[in-house]
């Protein structure tokens, strides 16, 4: 039962290409229970394959190697959404991308966060945790820096800033 799942984490590496997109997104625990109930769960990865701007009729049947790195990116978030949990897991979910794929997940990221569920990142990528979050953790060598509302630890830390200038040669 989807009530009962809590967290969905995203992994880096999608499973092996002798895994389809379709069981790949529906998580190897489900596998059995998928075979029983195919048409519900279809139409559940369906939804995620879709809540992340993937066309489910373009990526259903492809192996993980015949996808663009930011598709597999998605496809790992679809894995992660399907049974619909309430706190989401993501490692670095823009490292490596093209900014088409950045904005891609930034406004599925979006969706979810607007219709209530909690996004927890590992990022470097701030100016996404400034449009995505609530609060920050900053942790430098394990250690808390710290920590609270994204305003409260951005007026707390300062603004550094560089500005390189050249004489026009």
């Given at each position: 039962?989807?009530?009962?799942?809590?967290?969905?984490?995203?992994?880096?590496?999608?499973?092996?290409?002798?895994?389809?997109?379709?069981?790949?997104?529906?998580?190897?625990?489900?596998?059995?229970?998928?075979?029983?109930?195919?048409?519900?769960?279809?139409?559940?990865?369906?939804?995620?394959?879709?809540?992340?701007?993937?066309?489910?009729?373009?990526?259903?049947?492809?192996?993980?190697?015949?996808?663009?790195?930011?598709?597999?990116?998605?496809?790992?978030?679809?894995?992660?959404?399907?049974?619909?949990?309430?706190?989401?897991?993501?490692?670095?979910?823009?490292?490596?991308?093209?900014?088409?794929?950045?904005?891609?997940?930034?406004?599925?990221?979006?969706?979810?966060?607007?219709?209530?569920?909690?996004?927890?990142?590992?990022?470097?990528?701030?100016?996404?945790?400034?449009?995505?979050?609530?609060?920050?953790?900053?942790?430098?060598?394990?250690?808390?820096?710290?920590?609270?509302?994204?305003?409260?630890?951005k007026r707390a830390m300062?603004?550094?800033?560089?500005?390189?200038?050249?004489?026009?040669?």
């Amino acid at each position: 039962d989807d009530a009962n799942i809590i967290f969905g984490a995203v992994y880096d590496e999608l499973m092996g290409d002798a895994l389809r997109v379709t069981v790949v997104a529906t998580g190897l625990g489900q596998v059995a229970t998928a075979r029983a109930r195919q048409p519900e769960v279809l139409r559940k990865v369906c939804e995620a394959l879709e809540d992340v701007n993937l066309d489910p009729l373009l990526v259903l049947h492809k192996l993980p190697s015949e996808l663009s790195g930011g598709m597999r990116k998605r496809v790992g978030l679809a894995r992660a959404i399907v049974g619909r949990p309430e706190i989401l897991l993501y490692d670095e979910p823009v490292t490596g991308l093209d900014p088409v794929n950045v904005a891609l997940l930034r406004e599925a990221f979006l969706e979810l966060r607007d219709r209530g569920k909690t996004l927890i990142f590992s990022t470097h990528q701030m100016e996404m945790v400034e449009e995505l979050c609530e609060s920050i953790v900053i942790i430098d060598r394990g250690k808390v820096v710290v920590g609270g509302q994204v305003r409260d630890v951005k007026r707390a830390m300062g603004r550094q800033v560089v500005r390189l200038a050249t004489d026009g040669a």
